[in-house]
């Protein structure tokens, strides 16, 4: 996990300076998290009745940060828990945001869910705070979800922020942990000597106030940026010290990565052996931690080294696991998406109903008026017997109007239900249908209960390096090629199948009963045609290729759309693999 990787290598002529008391225990979030966690619990059983909310929420906040840093699930269950207990019983906003942050955090570190929105809820509760300390912790949070979740031209602005309000404050720490962040968005953004400089000026400040173990840290992150630049010994360097010290504080997940990086410095030196051998230790530390979400990574990268040793056989066995690793880690991210999707649609269906009850009021509003007018009228028509045909000539005509009424308010209330059953099976940039639709006529396909007399077929299609687009030209106009070549597959398989959108740059083409080999002809056809179409000229690029992974459903190798997917999945993970702009058929396909 990434999380503030802070890091100890001494800077030179670096003195030891006493740590400042208010600094000592953020220090220990990272040095110490383990005795930390230890301390904040025995601290917490202590607590008075008399305990201010202000202390209890300080010492949860930091027995959360450290349990983030070193994936102890249970300690942070139990400060979100009791974060959001203290919230709602003091109506104390700031533990609140302090629960929300943190949930933030771990759902970044997972992978799964949005940890984005997260942050931005539990900033908004805090965003009419007028203390100065609160307002520059909530802008670091925010600036370092963005920066976590590889956003990082949104969090640019978002860390300078920060910045400012930490030298603002005089909270050099702060600055620091900042400016680390900053390093991390220009790291992702592929400028490396920006990156080099921000990660230095972090260590400087770290250095300046004790934080040997921090200045390690940060040297880690800039080691990858030396790596990048050629500076390769000076990275192994830093790497290593910063593996050193992650072992000693138990930081399982950033030993992992350092091990790793270590693996690709000795790879660059020419020494594949010693590469290897450390990857190795790498994935086996990783399966011993339980480290899953890590594991795909590591096997893809010893897959790499194994195969440029000549290891073909061990090299495949590698890529494979990776492939079941990242198609289980994306089933549980579709089926946290689906749950979401759910959760937002029921919420509309009771929109819906909170609509419909209140059309029957203003129905039985009218009913009653109407009853007393008509009450009204027979007493003034015993009264005056002359008005009686009047009268009736009166009610008629209200029941007409009435029952028009009537007809109108049931003829628009059909026809808005028929447009939120489109909106919600329809994606709003392309117009095709969404993942929703997909996955309905996926079922009903399937439901039929026989084997087809010809497989059908589908395909999953992502675009390569579409970053490039967004990043060169804005998503504006990357919209406009999603939509060019959702416009072009859309025609191309008519009459075939169906096209829909699944994911951002994902797409999924349903073919029912087409057979294998039209199947790979037709993925083919698409792939030269996406290749051949003209961009427009405000996109720097000569054109925008796809990878295409293609599995069939013939009722034997695959049982039911799970599996219909997943066999399709690893078939593009496959095309990905192996260069992109290529088709690929499942294993399944004979």
């Not at 504080?249 to 790879?267: C, E, K, Q």
């Not at 530390?285 to 290891?311: C, F, K, W, Y």
């Not at 993925?523 to 045609?529: H, I, M, N, S, W």
Request: aromatic share 4%; proline share 3%; with cysteine.
């Amino acid at each position: 996990m990434l999380l503030i990787c802070l890091c100890l290598l001494a800077l030179p002529g670096h003195a030891r300076v006493v740590v400042p008391e208010r600094d000592a225990l953020r220090y220990r979030t990272e040095s110490d998290p383990h005795g930390l966690i230890t301390d904040m619990r025995q601290q917490l059983d202590h607590l008075g009745d008399g305990a201010s909310p202000a202390r209890e929420r300080d010492l949860l906040w930091l027995m959360g940060t450290a349990a983030v840093n070193v994936n102890d699930d249970t300690a942070l269950t139990e400060a979100v828990l009791r974060l959001d207990s203290l919230a709602s019983a003091q109506n104390f906003s700031l533990a609140a945001a302090s629960a929300g942050f943190l949930r933030s955090r771990q759902l970044i570190a997972t992978g799964i869910g949005d940890g984005i929105s997260e942050a931005l809820r539990a900033a908004a509760k805090v965003q009419n705070d007028s203390n100065p300390v609160v307002r520059a912790w909530a802008s670091y949070n925010l600036c370092d979800a963005y920066a976590m979740s590889d956003k990082a031209r949104s969090a640019l602005s978002l860390c300078e922020k920060a910045q400012d309000a930490y030298r603002e404050l005089g909270d050099t720490w702060g600055l620091a942990q900042a400016e680390n962040d900053q390093g991390i968005n220009f790291a992702n953004l592929d400028q490396a000597d920006n990156a080099i400089e921000l990660y230095q000026r972090s260590r400087q400040h770290f250095a300046s106030i004790g934080m040997d173990q921090l200045v390690v840290m940060v040297g880690d992150n800039m080691a990858r940026m030396y790596l990048k630049t050629g500076r390769v010994r000076e990275a192994l360097a830093l790497s290593q010290a910063s593996l050193a010290q992650e072992l000693a504080t138990g930081r399982v997940s950033d030993a992992l990565v350092s091990r790793a990086n270590i693996a690709t410095d000795y790879a660059a030196l020419g020494q594949p052996a010693l590469a290897l051998s450390t990857i190795s230790i790498a994935v086996t530390d990783a399966r011993a931690a339980g480290m899953d979400g890590l594991l795909p990574d590591l096997l893809a990268r010893r897959s790499q080294m194994n195969e440029r040793a000549g290891h073909s056989a061990q090299a495949l066995v590698d890529a494979r696991e990776a492939i079941r690793l990242l198609t289980e880690h994306n089933a549980k991210a579709l089926r946290a998406d689906e749950a979401a999707l759910e959760t937002r649609y029921a919420g509309r269906e009771r929109e819906l109903r909170i609509q419909t009850l209140e059309h029957q009021n203003r129905l039985q509003d009218l009913a009653l008026k109407t009853a007393r007018a008509q009450a009204a009228e027979r007493t003034e028509a015993q009264q005056h017997q002359a008005l009686i045909g009047m009268v009736v000539k009166g009610v008629s005509v209200a029941l007409i109007l009435i029952t028009g009424l009537l007809y109108l308010l049931l003829r628009a209330q059909r026809r808005h239900a028929a447009e939120l059953r489109i909106q919600t099976l329809r994606d709003p940039l392309t117009g095709i249908e969404n993942r929703r639709a997909f996955m309905q006529r996926a079922m009903a396909l399937l439901g039929v209960g026989h084997a087809p007399r010809q497989p059908h077929v589908l395909m999953l299609i992502d675009f390569d390096h579409f970053k490039q687009v967004n990043d060169s030209a804005g998503h504006p106009q990357g919209d406009r090629v999603l939509s060019l070549v959702t416009g072009y597959l859309n025609h191309a398989v008519a009459a075939t199948g169906h096209v829909a959108r699944i994911g951002g740059e994902e797409f999924a083409v349903l073919c029912p009963r087409l057979g294998a080999e039209a199947g790979l002809r037709l993925a083919e056809t698409l792939r030269v045609g996406v290749a051949a179409l003209p961009l427009p000229a405000t996109v720097p690029l000569d054109h925008i290729t796809v990878s295409i992974g293609m599995a069939v459903f013939d009722g034997s190798q695959c049982h039911d759309l799970s599996s219909w997917m997943k066999a399709a999945d690893a078939a593009l993970y496959s095309a990905k693999s192996f260069g992109r702009n290529r088709v690929v058929a499942s294993t399944v396909l004979h």
